[in-house]
């Protein structure tokens, strides 16, 4: 596909992979976004397996958005953020659900990057920006690289601001197309997206 056609395609869903230093890095990001953000984010942060999570009850009380844990057939929405739970690969399904799997580890995590952004570009092709931010292992390189060759829009923390390095160094060897960016210029493009997107007020 081309890039013209590629640029005429308004976006239809974000996913973001973070690990070592993801609070710090999602709090300027998803805090930004307003309620009627027109597009769904889809998040994987590696977590213990043995804990409860409290993401997504920690970011619901800074954002605007609705956030959540993701459960098991359920329907994605716009305006939602959705963080994979503890011991559960994360994966999009091809009518926009969510679904939840124990298959094995991938780098040693479950929840997976690499899972839910190969699913994601299944399911969305073109109409999805993946995100890979600070990190310290290369979950989410190979996933990122499966949305670039689905026609979609990678863009990497660049590592020089980032609380580990691993993950964004993994994704841009990976895809060296990726765009790299701050989390100050990341905030910006999310919000441009939204701002820019044409479902805005009328997907909710």
């Known amino acids: 596909m081309s890039d013209r056609s590629h ?10 992979g973070a690990s070592a230093g993801a609070l710090q890095a999602l709090s300027e990001l998803l805090p930004l976004l307003p309620a009627d953000y027109p597009l769904p984010i889809l998040i994987v942060v590696h977590i213990r397996p043995d804990r409860d999570s409290v993401l997504a009850h920690l970011f619901q009380s800074k954002c605007a958005i609705s956030v959540r844990e993701a459960e098991d057939k359920e329907p994605i929405q716009p305006g939602t953020a959705y963080f994979a739970p503890p011991d559960y690969h994360l994966l999009v399904e091809q009518d926009h659900t969510l679904s939840l799997s124990s298959e094995e580890p991938v780098f040693f995590s479950r929840p997976s990057i690499d899972v839910l952004f190969e699913s994601a570009a299944d399911a969305y092709g073109e109409g999805l920006t993946g ?12 996933g990122l690289k499966t949305i670039v060759d689905a026609g979609g829009t990678a863009i990497v923390q660049n590592p020089q601001g980032a609380y580990a390095t691993a993950m964004p160094e993994a994704a841009i060897a990976q895809c060296p197309q990726a765009k790299i960016m701050t989390i100050e210029d990341i905030s910006a493009y999310l919000l441009d ?12």
Do not use: K, Y
């Open 131 to 142: 995100l890979v931010l600070t990190g310290a292992n290369q979950d989410g390189a190979l």
């Open 7 to 16: 640029q005429a395609l308004p976006p239809e869903a974000i996913v973001i």
């Open 193 to 204: 997206l939204g701002r820019n997107h044409p479902g805005r007020n009328s997907r909710a």
